[in-house]
């Protein structure tokens, strides 16, 4: 089988963690980066061996074969860019959040779908071995019935309580800042999963002066009475962690559960935790999306089995009412 191409458009820190994934993986190659500058482009590429390298996201394209980009901007170009490879007829693997609300999301799908063409948002979590083994674990029935999740999301933005934001993308929100769309994704992404979309959200949340949001709460209801509790902030570290209650048992998902490998299960009090616990080796977790991708494209799909187009679109409904209830709003919308 021939090797499976990479590109990456935007060169910051996840583009990093991103590569040296790939570079672990048989059969994948980086083979093009795009930057808005050639100087990060050409050093970019020279640290991870891509052949290609551009000064410009548009002449990414220009140099040899590709099987899928990565795009790894900040929020608030994922749909320009996501849109501009599909109607180059490019999968894409576009960084969470896929858009920076659910019209985005919705004009991203329906493109994809109109052109045929691969669309997956970059919930790696979904793809960890852990989070498959959790699964496979509550279907088996081994917690009981599954009744609730809480989890949370917390660290400490440098800026959150210095007042000056604008240095900071995380607190920018001219580039989307703000817990939610951050790290506030990561609870609301689990609560869906094991729970399904809510059918109601309650949510209240703090804002820093320029209206981005630093503490969130959100309360979803989901099918059957359950209740979801998710916490996100960035006024400092969380243990962020995931508890995800059974009548029989619940699964304590350990610090940082959206990138941990182990989990236990605690079935009373006084009886010791089943331990589990993955190995990623020397990986940062990100294999796993990127190998989905290539199986997806290799076998011909558009999109992914187990994080689909409908599951982005309930997440960013769900994301998009928070938002309208916490009150913020981004430039231009
Ligand atoms: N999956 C995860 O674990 C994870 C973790 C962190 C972030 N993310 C997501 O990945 C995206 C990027 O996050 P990051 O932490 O890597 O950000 P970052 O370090 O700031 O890098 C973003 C890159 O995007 C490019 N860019 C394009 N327009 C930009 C603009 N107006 N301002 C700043 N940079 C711009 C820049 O690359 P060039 O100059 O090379 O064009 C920059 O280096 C975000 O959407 C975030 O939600 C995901």
Redesign the pocket.
């Known amino acids: 089988m021939s090797s499976f191409h990479f590109a990456i458009l ?6 990093r963690k991103f590569a040296h994934d790939l570079s672990l993986i048989e059969g994948a190659k980086l083979v093009a980066v795009g ?3 050639q100087e ?2 050409r050093a970019f590429a020279e640290d991870f061996g891509a052949e290609y390298a551009a000064g410009s996201y548009e002449t990414t394209f220009d140099g040899p074969r590709v099987d899928a980009v990565y795009i ?4 608030i ?2 749909q320009e860019l996501t849109v501009m490879c599909l109607e180059k007829g490019v999968p894409v693997l576009c ?3 896929l858009g920076l609300n659910l019209r985005e999301v919705e004009r991203m799908v329906s493109v994809a779908r109109e052109r045929g063409v691969y669309l997956m948002e ?1 919930l ?1 979590t979904r793809f960890l071995p852990s989070t498959l083994k959790i699964k496979e674990l509550i279907d088996s029935g081994a917690i009981g019935q599954l009744e609730g999740v809480r989890s949370d999301f917390g660290f400490l933005a440098p800026a959150a309580t210095s007042g000056d934001f604008s240095r900071n ?1 995380i607190l920018n929100p001219e ?1 989307g800042g703000g817990a939610l769309l ?1 790290i506030g994704i990561y609870p609301q992404f689990l609560a869906q999963f094991l729970l399904g979309a809510p059918r109601e959200v309650h949510a209240r949340g703090r804002l820093t002066e320029r209206g981005v949001d630093i503490d969130t709460t959100v309360t979803g209801l989901h099918a059957g009475g359950k209740l979801s509790h998710s916490y996100s902030t960035l006024l400092g570290g969380t243990k962020t962690e995931a508890l995800i209650m059974g009548s029989e048992a619940r699964i304590h998902w350990h610090p940082r559960w959206h990138e941990s490998g182990a989990f236990s299960i605690l079935r009373s009090w006084d009886s010791p935790p089943e331990n589990h616990y993955f190995d990623f080796g020397e990986a940062n977790g990100y294999r796993y999306e990127a190998e989905a991708v290539m199986a997806d494209v290799r076998a011909g799909r558009t999109e992914n089995a187990d994080w689909s187009l409908e599951d982005s679109l309930n997440l960013h409904r769900t994301l998009t009412e928070v938002r309208k209830q916490i009150g913020v709003k981004y430039p231009g919308e």
């Open positions: 935007g060169l910051g820190k996840i583009a930057s808005r500058s990060r482009a790894a901007t900040p929020h170009s994922h960084e969470k959040p970059a790696w993308r580039l951050d």
